[in-house]
Every structure is written in structure tokens, then in C-alpha cells.
């Protein structure tokens, strides 16, 4: 079974501030892929981010960054100098060998301006 | 291109009636998923179509979901004698191919409210 847990429920900060969200995540898979997710109040889910179980390598896209680790089944998210605009629900999402997505509970986020 | 479209967008189903969502996926894309999220949860899985076949409904919460993909293009998700619990947003998502490397994009939802 998959499950993806986001232990924080809600982050509050201040504009310009750098913010990380945290994913931890069980499989038993050797292939899979992780993604975020961002979920504005229109609630539409919007794509951010996508790595593969192989690729470990962290990167930064943007204002955005991610830090994944398989020895710790963690896969977090960094947004850098945060902006009011950024102010969502954010869900960490876990797409194994049956190709259906098992998302976390999510992250309310609030930036302050 | 045109993304994955859902109607309605807001439903609102006194319970015990029957409700039908539909969805439309990004043309050409092979697998389509059904996915319900409950208010303040994360999306949850429903159920999966390759073309026309439902490979997958093992997340469909109760003999009262149905979902079809007749022509595997257009799908439909029903729920009869629809209960308070069913209140959620369901979401559709498509994607080009079979498999973990293919990408999912969803659509806006539809919100069902049962009052």
C-alpha cells in the first residue's frame, strides 16, 4: 500500500519569507514518482514539481525548489522569498506501479503581505 | 489546446436523488481517472479508465458509483440515492498514456453538495 503523510497542517508567513513543506512517504514500489501540487481557492489542482525514484538529484526551478531523499522517504518543497500569490493548499502526491496518485492531506499556506 | 473540462461545476442533490458528472479529457489521452476530495482532505481515488475499459474501481466507496467511458473519450461518474457523505468535489484527471511516467492533468472539479 502507498501513503503519503504532510505532518503540517498549516504554515503562516510573512511575505519574502522562505517557506518548506515537508513529505514523508511509504511504497514498496522501485519505480514511482513524486509530485507537489498547489491548490489555490478556485480549487483547481495545479502541477508544480515531478521527480522519478531514480533521479535524486535536487534542483531548483524558479522560486521554487525540492529536496528529495529515498533513505529517509522524504520528498520536500521549498518556495523562496514567498509571495502573497503563493497562498494555497499544497499536497504532496505518490504515483506507483498502478498509476493512481495517493496524495497527503495537504498544506494550508498563508503569506502575509 | 483545451485541458480537461468537467460539468457541472456545482451540484447541488437533495439526498436520495441520482446525480451524474461528467467529464471530458484532453483529446487523445489514453487513461482517465476519477478522484474524490473530500473538504479539507487530500483527493482520493475513485477509479480508472484505459480507453473504455475500467481497469480499476477499487476505490469506488460503494455499489451506489458507477462510472462509465463507453467510446473511451467522454466519462461519467453517477451516484444513485446520493447520501450526505457523498458531499465532495470530484475531480477528473487524463493522461496521454498507460503507465507511472505519464503525467495526470486534472480538471476544475465538480462540488456536489447533498443537502
Known amino acids: 500500500a502507498q501513503k503519503v503523510t504532510q505532518a503540517q497542517t498549516e504554515i503562516s508567513v510573512v511575505e519574502k519569507e522562505d517557506v518548506t513543506l515537508d513529505c514523508v512517504y511509504e511504497?514498496?514500489?522501485?519505480?514511482?514518482?513524486l509530485f507537489w501540487y498547489k491548490q489555490p481557492p478556485s480549487g483547481e489542482l495545479v502541477f508544480l514539481i515531478r521527480?522519478?525514484?531514480?533521479?535524486?538529484q535536487n534542483e531548483i526551478s524558479g522560486r521554487y525548489s525540492w529536496n528529495f531523499q529515498k533513505s529517509t522517504s522524504s520528498f520536500n518543497f521549498t518556495i523562496t522569498a514567498s509571495q502573497v500569490v503563493d497562498s494555497a493548499v499544497y499536497f504532496c502526491?505518490?504515483?506507483?506501479?498502478?498509476?493512481?496518485?495517493?496524495f497527503g492531506k495537504g498544506i494550508t499556506l498563508s503569506v502575509r503581505p | 489546446g483545451a485541458g480537461v473540462s468537467q460539468s457541472p461545476r456545482y451540484k447541488v442533490a437533495k439526498r436520495g436523488q441520482d446525480v451524474a458528472l461528467r467529464c471530458d479529457p484532453i483529446?487523445?489521452?489514453?487513461?482517465l481517472f476519477w478522484y474524490q476530495q473530500a473538504l479539507g482532505q487530500g483527493p482520493e481515488f475513485l477509479t480508472y479508465?484505459?480507453?473504455?475499459?475500467?481497469?480499476?474501481k477499487s476505490g469506488l466507496p460503494s455499489d451506489r458509483f458507477f462510472a462509465e467511458r463507453p467510446e473511451g473519450s467522454v466519462s461519467t461518474l453517477k451516484i444513485q440515492r446520493t447520501q450526505q457523505e457523498d458531499s465532495a468535489v470530484y475531480l477528473c484527471?487524463?493522461?496521454?498514456?498507460?503507465?507511472?511516467?505519464?503525467?495526470?492533468?486534472f480538471g476544475p472539479g465538480t462540488r456536489l453538495t447533498v443537502t
Open positions: 521527480r522519478n525514484s531514480f533521479d535524486e
Open positions: 502526491a505518490l504515483n506507483g506501479a498502478n498509476s493512481k496518485l495517493t
Open positions: 479508465f484505459q480507453n473504455e475499459a475500467q481497469l480499476d
Open positions: 511504497t514498496r514500489d522501485t519505480t514511482y514518482y
Open positions: 483529446s487523445g489521452h489514453v487513461s
Open positions: 484527471a487524463s493522461s496521454l498514456g498507460v503507465g507511472t511516467i505519464y503525467e495526470q492533468y
